[in-house]
């Protein structure tokens, strides 16, 4: 039998189909892009035009098209990377928090949507005919009636006509049917012959209702008709306020807000305000001191144990090296999570043990030193295995010339240890000790599990705790704040968070370099 080979697409059809592709994705993602935009989420709308222009650039030209196997990569950097750092950082420039979500036209809606009871109220039923239903009022002894109607399809987008009638016909419904079909009653507009407009008000009501703002004809202030007042936009706070007769805001702030750029001031706050000030300064120096003393001894304990379970003398080496690397392969939750319960006051095995011994029994969640302590030991813990391994491959690298010329000199073991071992473990381990460092200052899930912050700062503007790091003092801002998320401080702290470890990250190469060297 002859082979038969598989048909292939022409150059024509492959080019045919790869301009479709590049069509359709075009379009699709430029919908999304005009629905972002609409919707007021420019930056979203951005980043989709930037990718997919950049993807349709790269897939459609000749010249460019290898770049397409790096595409992947750059999408994802651009998308996971560069927008959320630039997002944070614009974020930090404005007055964006609990209260101040939409922009100036999305208030302006939802202040304009809302409405008050301006005229009496009256009684209302449904009753049934054929299985249909009309909206019966009765205003004294006058009855007023609309026509019959689907309950499934109500003439929302149009006024409906109440007519005076001696007795409302049909069968009057029970109050179970108005319940059911609350939402299509509700959007209904009753005109009576007076010309006035009722809406329902409750489950047995009618009223009247008017619009409580009016947008004027500037396109940003609104009058309030139930209380005869003017407001305007205030641009600094990000609020409609009340302003008096010569244009001055007074009175309260207007919720809900409206984002506004307000530049350095919350990097002004961080400076200035006593109630983050303080806790801002406190909790750096916390940070730092955590992250320094973490390094110090997650590389202390290494080393030594790596100078143990290296020794040769010593048997079942194999075994005490499993045993140790075991914190390293357990993930890193499990053992936090461990620990908390180890710690607790009342009925860990850590209390009841020195309670037994000692007649101690430390205060490790409430008091903020205790606190620290605990802390520090957790991740020392957590941290040490990584040091070992590395110092055990160093030390393997170590020539044993220098023990024996230092031993025909008369050093002893010490002398060994802190004149030739330690040097040469330390000095190639610099940038890895810097990183280190960098990952411990951002040790955000340490402290989320085991203390939450805890114990809380007294007196402060913003949550805070004694053992919280400046990544957990930031997301605690940005999502537990009292008197609203402030998204726009966190995104301060944040950005103050990554000039500090991106410096930590340049110190970093460069040692990385001068050791190239």
Do not use: C
């Not at 999305?106 to 949507?113: D, F, P, T, Y």
């Not at 802190?418 to 000095?427: A, W």
Request: net charge negative; charged share 15%; proline share 5%.
């Amino acid at each position: 039998m002859a082979n038969q080979s598989k048909p292939k697409l022409s150059a024509s059809h492959k080019s045919w189909l790869k301009w479709a592709s590049l069509g359709l994705v075009s379009f699709i993602n430029g919908y999304a892009t005009i629905l972002m935009y609409a919707r007021g989420e420019y930056a979203f709308a951005l980043l989709t035009l930037v990718l997919t222009s950049l993807g349709v650039y790269i897939f459609a030209r000749k010249q460019t098209y290898a770049h397409r196997y790096i595409f992947p990569g750059v999408a994802g950097m651009i998308l996971f990377i560069i927008f959320p750092l630039l997002y944070t950082v614009g974020l930090s420039f404005t007055n964006y928090s609990g209260s101040n979500q939409l922009n100036l036209e999305r208030a302006q809606n939802v202040l304009m949507q809302r409405t008050y009871q301006s005229g009496d109220s009256y009684n209302f039923s449904l009753y049934e005919q054929n299985g249909n239903f009309s909206i019966a009022l009765k205003d004294g002894d006058q009855w007023y009636s609309t026509d019959f109607y689907d309950l499934k399809a109500l003439p929302t987008d149009e006024d409906v006509a109440l007519r005076p009638v001696d007795v409302p016909a049909g069968e009057q419904a029970p109050l179970k049917t108005v319940i059911q079909n609350r939402t299509g009653i509700s959007g209904l507009v009753l005109a009576t012959p007076g010309g006035t407009e009722l809406k329902m008000s409750g489950l047995r009501q009618f009223a009247e209702i008017q619009p409580l703002y009016v947008l004027q004809e500037d396109g940003e202030t609104l009058y309030n008709t139930r209380e005869d007042k003017t407001l305007k936009p205030n641009y600094e706070i990000g609020f409609y306020q009340q302003v008096d007769d010569n244009g001055n805001f007074i009175g309260e702030p207007i919720a809900p807000g409206f984002i506004v750029n307000i530049g350095m001031d919350n990097f002004a706050r961080i400076m200035s305000d006593p109630g983050i000030q303080q806790p801002f300064f406190k909790i750096f120096i916390w940070t730092v001191i955590f992250s320094a003393l973490t390094v110090v001894l997650t590389l202390a304990v290494g080393v030594i144990l790596a100078q143990i379970v290296s020794w040769e003398a010593l048997k079942g080496r194999g075994v005490y090296r499993v045993l140790l690397i075991l914190p390293y392969a357990v993930p890193a939750f499990i053992s936090i999570l461990i620990f908390k319960g180890l710690f607790n006051q009342s009925f860990g095995e850590i209390n009841q043990l020195l309670q037994g011994l000692f007649g101690l029994s430390p205060a490790w969640f409430t008091d903020p030193f205790l606190a620290k302590t605990m802390i520090i030991i957790v991740n020392t813990w957590l941290g040490y295995p990584y040091m070992m391994i590395l110092a055990m491959g160093m030390l393997k690298a170590i020539p044993d010339d220098l023990y024996e010329a230092s031993a025909m000199d008369g050093a002893g073991p010490l002398d060994n240890f802190f004149k030739i071992t330690l040097p040469l473990l330390v000095k190639p381990m610099i940038p890895l000790l810097i990183a280190s460092f960098a990952f411990n200052f951002n040790n955000f899930v340490l402290i989320q599990l085991l203390t939450n912050g805890a114990p809380d700062m007294i007196g402060t503007s913003v949550p805070a705790g004694h053992t919280d790091l400046l990544v957990s003092y930031t997301y605690r801002i940005a999502f537990e704040g009292a008197g609203g998320q402030d998204f726009g401080l966190a995104g301060a702290i944040a950005t103050i968070i990554f000039l500090l470890v991106g410096g930590l990250s340049l110190l970093n190469m460069k040692f990385t370099k001068l050791e190239s060297e």
